[in-house]
């Protein structure tokens, strides 16, 4: 009997033990596998992504224009004018196989709207002129394409890398002002005048100029033409023509300017950086432009103009063109006495 009931409380205690244990590991898997939680509000759990501002209209896109490339996705620097002309809007352009621009000479690409206008200047650097050009641009906080010479940038380099540094466009000009449409060009002599005149701005500048090219003289050689194409440099001609070059005093700049405008209501105007009148009658050519509502276009290219390698070591070798020295200042200039 004793035996018996020994192990009826043996079985009993045996029971009570597995059921703890059981109870308990039971437990703990449940808690492991799902911790305790807090239930964010809905408008919580995934705070909206904030709204990207819609991106600034200064690159529009017309005809042969590309898509606006990073390099030119930059903030604009402020303008201490607040009153200043401007720029409307920045247009850059595929020049794959040549394309012109300007009325004048070239009637495909129509990409100006109304009262939209595109300053262009020829024949710098020049001491004075240039300088001069460039305070009234900078004035009004606008932007130009400059066609310098080759020779004179050879001349003038400082100069051409303050058109270059203010944010000007600059494509190039020949060499040295040939006409390349005249009877005695020959195509190799148009084609070393359009080569040696870009590798002379490239040496100037120390950087690649844009791949935009102005004939001297509007005189468009087919010959030139084609070369030019298969170049890819674009090619411009103008819609009007201040004719800068013949006026008596800056006055008359003003008013051939603006009275051509106001008969187009647009256009490439074609002016000289290299005229004295004309860097004197820009600052009141700008102020008629914007209180005539006129508003200006910048063009840029789509990549820098890759100039031959054989026209750049000539250039060297031939011309001195001033090198900016690597010496520092303290190994060149001693003071000796104060």
Same mark, same amino acid.
């Given at each position: 009997?004793?035996?018996?009931? *020994? +192990?009826?409380?043996?079985?009993?205690?045996?029971?009570?033990?597995?059921?703890?244990?059981?109870?308990?590991?039971?437990?703990?898997?449940?808690?492991?596998? /799902?911790?305790?939680?807090?239930?964010?509000?809905?408008?919580?759990?995934?705070?909206?992504?904030?709204?990207?501002?819609?991106?600034?209209? #200064?690159?529009?896109?017309?005809?042969?224009?590309?898509?606006?490339?990073?390099?030119?996705?930059?903030?604009?620097?402020?303008?201490? @004018?607040? #009153?200043?002309?401007?720029?409307?809007? $920045?247009?850059?352009?595929?020049?794959?196989? =040549?394309?012109?621009? *300007?009325?004048?000479?070239?009637? &495909? +690409?129509?990409?100006?709207?109304?009262?939209?206008?595109?300053?262009?200047? %020829? %024949?710098?650097?020049?001491?004075? @002129?240039? !300088?001069? $050009?460039?305070?009234?641009?900078? %004035?009004?906080?606008?932007?130009?394409?400059?066609?310098?010479?080759?020779?004179?940038?050879?001349?003038?380099?400082?100069?051409?890398?303050?058109?270059?540094?203010?944010?000007?466009?600059?494509? /190039?000009?020949?060499?040295?002002?040939? @006409?390349?449409?005249?009877?005695?060009?020959?195509? &190799?002599?148009?084609?070393?005048?359009?080569?040696?005149?870009?590798? /002379?701005?490239?040496? /100037?500048? =120390?950087?690649?100029?844009?791949?935009?090219?102005?004939?001297?003289?509007?005189?468009?050689?087919?010959?030139?033409?084609?070369?030019?194409?298969?170049?890819?440099?674009?090619?411009?001609?103008?819609? +009007?023509?201040?004719?800068?070059?013949?006026?008596?005093?800056?006055?008359?700049?003003?008013?051939?300017?603006?009275?051509?405008? %106001?008969?187009?209501?647009?256009?490439?105007?074609?002016?000289? #950086?290299?005229?004295?009148?004309?860097?004197?009658?820009? !600052?009141?050519?700008? &102020?008629?432009?914007?209180?005539? =509502?006129?508003?200006?276009?910048?063009?840029?290219?789509?990549? !820098?103009? &890759?100039? +031959?390698?054989?026209? #750049?070591?000539?250039?060297?070798?031939?011309?001195?063109? !001033?090198?900016?020295?690597?010496?520092?200042?303290?190994?060149?200039?001693?003071?000796?006495?104060?």
């Amino acid at each position: 009997m004793r035996h018996a009931l *020994g +192990l009826l409380l043996a079985s009993l205690v045996t029971a009570v033990v597995i059921a703890a244990i059981w109870f308990w590991t039971s437990s703990r898997r449940v808690e492991l596998a /799902a911790p305790n939680t807090v239930t964010a509000p809905q408008a919580e759990r995934f705070a909206a992504a904030p709204a990207k501002p819609q991106a600034a209209r #200064d690159v529009e896109v017309t005809a042969s224009i590309p898509d606006k490339p990073a390099a030119l996705a930059q903030p604009k620097a402020a303008c201490a @004018n607040p #009153d200043a002309l401007g720029v409307a809007r $920045v247009v850059v352009i595929d020049t794959t196989g =040549g394309p012109g621009f *300007g009325f004048e000479h070239f009637k &495909q +690409l129509d990409f100006l709207a109304d009262k939209e206008v595109v300053l262009t200047f %020829d %024949d710098g650097p020049w001491p004075g @002129n240039t !300088p001069a $050009v460039l305070k009234a641009l900078a %004035d009004e906080c606008t932007k130009a394409v400059f066609f310098p010479i080759g020779k004179h940038a050879t001349y003038h380099p400082e100069i051409l890398r303050q058109v270059a540094a203010a944010g000007h466009t600059v494509g /190039a000009h020949t060499w040295s002002h040939a @006409n390349l449409n005249a009877k005695k060009m020959t195509d &190799q002599i148009a084609k070393d005048e359009i080569e040696k005149g870009y590798s /002379a701005v490239k040496l /100037a500048l =120390g950087a690649a100029p844009q791949p935009f090219f102005r004939f001297p003289e509007l005189q468009h050689g087919p010959a030139a033409v084609a070369y030019l194409g298969t170049r890819n440099i674009a090619i411009f001609s103008c819609d +009007l023509d201040s004719f800068d070059f013949r006026a008596k005093n800056a006055d008359q700049i003003v008013s051939t300017v603006m009275t051509k405008l %106001d008969k187009q209501g647009k256009g490439i105007i074609l002016m000289h #950086d290299f005229q004295k009148h004309t860097a004197e009658a820009l !600052p009141t050519l700008l &102020q008629r432009l914007k209180a005539g =509502g006129y508003k200006v276009v910048q063009m840029k290219a789509k990549a !820098p103009m &890759q100039t +031959l390698p054989e026209y #750049d070591e000539a250039l060297i070798k031939d011309v001195k063109v !001033p090198v900016a020295s690597t010496r520092p200042v303290s190994s060149v200039v001693q003071t000796v006495s104060e």
